[in-house]
């Protein structure tokens, strides 16, 4: 059997990948992966914990990647601000780290199972962005609300890169989608300014 040790964790991701996208997350087992891979199930368990593994591996570290982004901003920003320039820092690093996420997001977008995996990674990056801001005094509501914001832009944008990488950068990506929530939710008129006067009583 031939080895390939040097590169196994990576061989065996991109085999995965491959059979994930052919037959669908649930029908492939590790065996497969490990026999495909020209690997022993031994190899796989030495760099995975199990299949899913092999779409989440190194996720664990991104919270805190998030955290201190965000937490090492200028002090000089607002609490928004913070966070966008906290996580076009984070948008950066994970564009190094893209190697087939269109082809995972595929594989995610099919299966229940890790589409909930891959929400329990988005909760963790929000509340890795409140408890940046709460260290930089921002008030606790405030935080956990623009918490939840980041890593719904975080989230957003990174989707946005992969459909088009050419367009703009990963860090310029999650400038514009910030833009485009606070464009959003920028103040206008009010109801009642907004609706036409009704006419009086006769």
């Not at 590169?7 to 037959?23: K, T």
């Not at 229940?112 to 891959?118: D, P, T, V």
């Not at 609300?145 to 990174?158: C, H, I, P, Q, Y």
């Amino acid at each position: 059997m031939p080895r390939w040790e040097p590169d196994a964790g990576e061989r065996l991701r991109g085999v995965a990948l491959d059979l994930f996208l052919e037959r669908g997350y649930d029908a492939v087992s590790v065996e497969e992966i490990s026999e495909r891979a020209g690997l022993t199930r031994r190899t796989f368990s030495r760099h995975f914990a199990d299949k899913r593994d092999v779409l989440f591996a190194g996720s664990e570290r991104l919270p805190e990647l998030v955290r201190r982004s965000v937490a090492d901003a200028d002090p000089r920003l607002t609490p928004f601000a913070a966070a966008v320039e906290g996580l076009s820092a984070v948008g950066a690093v994970l564009a190094g780290l893209a190697h087939r996420s269109a082809d995972r997001r595929t594989v995610i977008a099919a299966s229940a199972e890790l589409r909930e995996r891959e929400r329990t990674k988005s909760a963790a990056v929000a509340e890795a962005v409140t408890g940046a801001l709460a260290e930089r005094g921002c008030d606790p509501a405030r935080a956990a609300l623009l918490g939840e914001l980041g890593a719904l832009v975080l989230r957003t944008a990174f989707d946005s890169w992969l459909d088009d990488p050419a367009a703009m950068s990963p860090a310029a990506r999650v400038r514009r989608t910030a833009a485009d929530l606070a464009d959003a939710v920028a103040p206008g008129p009010t109801p009642d300014a907004a609706a036409p006067a009704r006419p009086g009583p006769r």
